[in-house]
């Protein structure tokens, strides 16, 4: 895999998470994601591997991504002030073509990320679309600040209404295309509230050694058998997905 350094643009916070921005010259599509690690490889090998990462934003000059430090790799990226490395965009991203009336989007925590650039994507197109967001606490839900009018559930009930994104939704069945992206229990159970739905699309998080399908840990279980998320996804039509 090739990595490109990348100059930083500027590093915030939103509630608890990162927001960091590099300048990059390319097409990139809502859902995709990129392998990015602290840079500094090879002379330090740490981390050894890059982690997988949505697109947050892009705006045709500038990329954007939305992380929550969980271990090594995600702090090394908070602590980066001047350039990181990134790979090119991967994956399969969110089919925004054939939607015929109005959309939702659905985050649960930090799988928020995909969601400002998918929302501008569709208002680009003209497709009407509600944005339902789920966390822990409140003070994780600091990002839907970026959301305007989105609907906010938190698992405590310290903002929005108490519960998970479905509970923030409400009817998903008045909806043409469903978008998710979270914790596979999350993705499962909108699978099943969706009922069928036409367009069900969901973003799948596994954990990612190599990005670009040398190393099988990143499968997911569907009809067909097992399938690389980093190859066939991480965005797959919820039909597809054996859950
Ligand atoms: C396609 C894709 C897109 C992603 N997009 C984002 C994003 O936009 N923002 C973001 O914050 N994270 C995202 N993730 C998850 C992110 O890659 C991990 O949080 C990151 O690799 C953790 O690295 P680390 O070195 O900080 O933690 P590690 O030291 O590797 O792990 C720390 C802890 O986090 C847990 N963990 C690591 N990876 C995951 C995972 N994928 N799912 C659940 N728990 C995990 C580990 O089990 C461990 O308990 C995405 C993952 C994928 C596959
Ligand atoms: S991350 Fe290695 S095959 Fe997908």
């Known amino acids: 895999m090739k990595f490109h350094t990348v100059e930083i643009e500027g590093i915030e916070t939103l509630g608890r998470y990162v927001l960091l921005h590099y300048r990059w010259e390319g097409s990139i599509e809502p859902g995709q994601f990129t392998m990015a690690r602290a840079a500094g490889y090879p002379t330090t090998f740490d981390p050894f591997l890059a982690r997988p990462f949505s697109f947050y934003d892009y705006d045709g000059e500038t990329a954007s991504l939305l992380f929550e430090v969980r271990g090594r790799g995600t702090q090394l990226l908070a602590e980066a002030t001047e350039r990181i490395e990134a790979s090119r965009p991967l994956g399969k991203g969110f089919r ?65 209404v108490r519960g998970t994104v479905l509970d923030a939704v409400g009817d998903l069945s008045e909806y043409s295309a469903i978008y998710a992206c979270g914790p596979n229990a999350m993705l499962a159970a909108v699978k099943r509230a969706a009922n069928g739905a036409k367009i069900c699309q969901l973003s799948v998080e596994e954990r990612m050694g190599c990005g670009n399908g040398s190393c099988n840990g990143c499968v997911v279980p569907t009809e067909r058998g097992y399938v690389r998320s980093c190859i066939e996804g991480p965005v797959f039509d919820a039909e597809v997905l054996a859950w």
Do not use: I, N, Q
Not at 124 to 147: C, I, M, R, S
């Open 96 to 160: 925004v073509d054939g939607v015929a009336g109005r959309a939702v989007l659905l985050g649960g925590g930090v799988g928020v990320a995909p969601f400002k650039f998918l929302s501008r994507r569709l208002y680009e197109l003209g497709v009407e679309h509600d944005v339902a967001l789920g966390f822990e606490d409140e003070g994780v839900a600091g990002v839907a600040g970026d959301f305007p009018g989105a609907k906010v559930a938190t698992m405590d009930g310290s903002f929005g």
